[in-house]
T-cell receptor
Framework: DGGITQSPKYLFRKEGQNVTLSCEQNLNHDAMYWYRQDPGQGLRLIYYSQIVNDFQKGDIAEGYSVSREKKESFPLTVTSAQKNPTAFYLC???????????FGDGTRLSIL | DQQVKQNSPSLSVQEGRISILNCDYTNSMFDYFLWYKKYPAEGPTFLISISSIKDKNEDGRFTVFLNKSAKHLSLHIVPSQPGDSAVYFCAASAGVQGAQKLVFGQGTRLTINP
């Protein structure tokens, strides 16, 4: 079955540590995205990538970093510079413009 | 600056009746609109979309209406079923080449009562 896999489902981080969230897709989509969801808010775009080895900042990129070395993979690193990292993180992909984005099931990150 | 707004955080509807979810936007460059449904601890799933060249799109029990002059769209679900209980997000896009930079509303929690 084609889809988007995010792992792990739950992640805990100590203060001052970096942590990397995994996102893999086998839909052969060119574009991939990372969103953050906080309670009572919509999804906010962190980073997106249109093609391998290319990515752009979204609306709330500070404290995050990404890489796109393979078409199937778009990992997100939450760095210690992110002041409020506790949130639900969603990865998505799309084939091209004006085609719906498909989402993974998300990773919930909590600070210990 | 909230470019996409869903002003009703929650909505409760009787099973079998019509559910109407509303969404307003401010950016006149948006040309593609989508509705997503989300269950707790899961990713959103795509429901239905509409391009700005249309004013209505229908898919089974789901119909999306677009009023460009009012910068307003709505999702109609009829008849409403218990499985429709979820959070619904509207989203809009201005179509960045090669990618689709979506802007989401805050979501409306729909509860279908038996």
């Amino acid at each position: 079955d084609g889809g988007i896999t995010q792992s792990p489902k739950y992640l805990f981080r100590k203060e001052g540590q970096n942590v990397t969230l995994s996102c893999e897709q086998n839909l052969n989509h060119d574009a991939m995205y990372w969103y953050r969801q906080d309670p009572g808010q919509g999804l906010r775009l962190i980073y997106y990538s249109q093609i391998v080895n290319d990515f752009q900042k979204g609306d709330i990129a500070e404290g995050y970093s990404v890489s796109r070395e393979k078409k199937e993979s778009f990992p997100l690193t939450v760095t210690s510079a992110q002041k409020n990292p506790t949130a639900f993180y969603l990865c998505a992909s799309s084939y091209r413009v004006n085609q719906p984005q498909h989402f993974g099931d998300g990773t919930r990150l909590s600070i210990l | 600056d909230q470019q996409v707004k869903q002003n009703s955080p929650s909505l409760s509807v009787q099973e079998g009746r019509i559910s109407i979810l509303n969404c307003d936007y401010t950016n006149s460059m948006f040309d593609y609109f989508l509705w997503y449904k989300k269950y707790p601890a899961e990713g959103p799933t795509f429901l239905i979309s509409i391009s700005s060249i249309k004013d209505k799109n229908e898919d089974g029990r789901f119909t999306v209406f677009l009023n460009k002059s009012a910068k307003h769209l709505s999702l109609h679900i009829v008849p409403s079923q218990p499985g429709d209980s979820a959070v619904y997000f509207c989203a809009a896009s201005a179509g960045v080449q090669g990618a689709q930079k979506l802007v989401f509303g805050q979501g409306t929690r729909l509860t279908i009562n038996p």
